[in-house]
């Protein structure tokens, strides 16, 4: 039989890089799968050598996942619109400052049968509101898009260390298929229909992670760190009560992609890591980022930019104590330890009413 369905993955950072060592052995065990996956890689120069040169002769993304072997039938293009040509399934993996490029890049070159999944965490929101990833790529591309989202630290996920993750697809049957591209015995994949949930929860959880990196950098110890992340916890599940009211649903935040991911990103990740960094070297994020990232973009300062835009918009800053101050702290030079101004928020109604006093 010959396999009717291909796969490509946009984006070869760490996370994606990630991404195509599992889909690439799990498309070898599919039948109705080509197994070849296209992966578009960002051309650069590594001692002298082109990226994608180093990827299809060594099988190791050298430059964002060093040390980890990639199956041989994935294949680097620099290319984005030869990455997707002819395939069905498209997995887009990318910070999503640079989203909006490669879209315009790709559009008029997808297939009009395929599907979408995206796995970036991160969400437009300003004044006129809020733009999901899966939203924008839907626009662009007029294809469905589902959303994977989750407690996954990438180097752990790539060392085969158990972990969760959770899938957002509103159709059943195509929820399948994203399931058997990504589940494996160390990845466990969880479905559910609530694709703006699951993008929302992976979002916002970065903006959470700031303020637990604080909370270390000032050395303020585990009490201290857990109460910042249940208020955190508290108001993106406002927020998103806010902006999407009844289109969440309740149990999204208890999948991996919400409180799981919320737990390991304050523990672990680049937004905690460079937020105590930021604490105590003085350093402003964006020099933090150009030193300590490699390349690699930190999501959860740009989000707390964006968040705040859009409360302010809305005159609600009130109602969201630790997002503001987690703000004011990256952008206006407020002391670290103006983190606890007006934390007293009462949340005991926002499971009764999408949008509380607000």
């Known amino acids: 039989m010959t396999p009717s369905k291909r796969v490509c993955i946009l984006g070869s950072g760490n996370w994606g890089t990630t991404a195509a060592r599992i889909v690439g052995s799990n498309v070898a065990k599919l039948a109705d799968f080509d197994d070849t996956v296209k992966i578009w890689v960002h051309e650069e120069l590594v001692d002298g050598r082109k990226l994608t040169d180093i990827i299809n002769t060594e099988h190791v993304n050298v430059r964002y996942l060093p040390g980890h072997k990639l199956p041989d039938n994935v294949v680097a293009v620099p290319d984005a619109i030869e990455a997707v040509r002819d395939a069905t399934h498209i997995i887009v993996v ?3 400052q640079y989203i909006q490029n ?3 890049t790709v559009h008029g070159s997808i297939l009009p049968n395929a ?16 733009t999901t990833m899966t939203q924008l790529i839907h626009r662009a591309l007029a294809i469905p898009v589902s959303s994977l989202s989750g407690a996954n630290i990438a180097n752990e996920i790539a060392e085969e260390k158990y972990c969760e993750t959770t899938i957002g697809c509103q159709d059943p049957d195509e929820a399948i298929v ?3 591209l990504f589940n494996t015995p160390y990845f466990q994949v969880n479905c559910v229909a609530d694709v703006i949930g699951v993008e929302f929860c992976g979002a916002l959880k970065n903006v959470v992670a700031v303020g637990a990196g604080f909370i270390d950098g000032l050395r303020l110890g585990n009490n201290t760190k857990a109460a910042i992340i249940r208020i955190g916890f508290l108001e993106m599940r406002r927020l998103a009560m806010h902006i999407a009211g009844g289109g969440i649903q309740e149990s999204t935040f208890m999948e991996s992609c919400g409180l799981a991911d919320v737990i390991t990103t304050c523990y672990g990740g680049r937004n905690r890591r460079l937020a105590q960094e930021f604490v105590q070297t003085g350093k402003s994020m964006p020099q933090l980022e150009q030193e300590l990232l490699d390349g690699q973009k930190l999501q959860g300062y740009l989000t707390a930019g964006e968040v705040h835009s859009y409360i302010d918009s ?3 800053t009130d109602h969201f ?7 004011q702290i990256c952008y206006e030079n ?6 606890f101004a007006g934390l007293n928020v009462d949340f005991s109604r926002d499971t009764k009413t999408p949008s509380p006093a607000l």
């Open 115 to 130: 599907s979408a999944i995206s796995l970036i965490k991160g969400i437009g929101i300003s004044d006129q509101g809020m």
């Open 314 to 316: 809305c005159g609600v």
């Open 178 to 180: 994203w399931r058997s």
């Open 334 to 339: 407020k002391p670290p330890h103006t983190i």
């Open 321 to 327: 104590p630790l997002f503001t101050n987690i703000y």
């Open 102 to 104: 490669l879209l315009d």
């Open 94 to 96: 990318l910070p999503h």
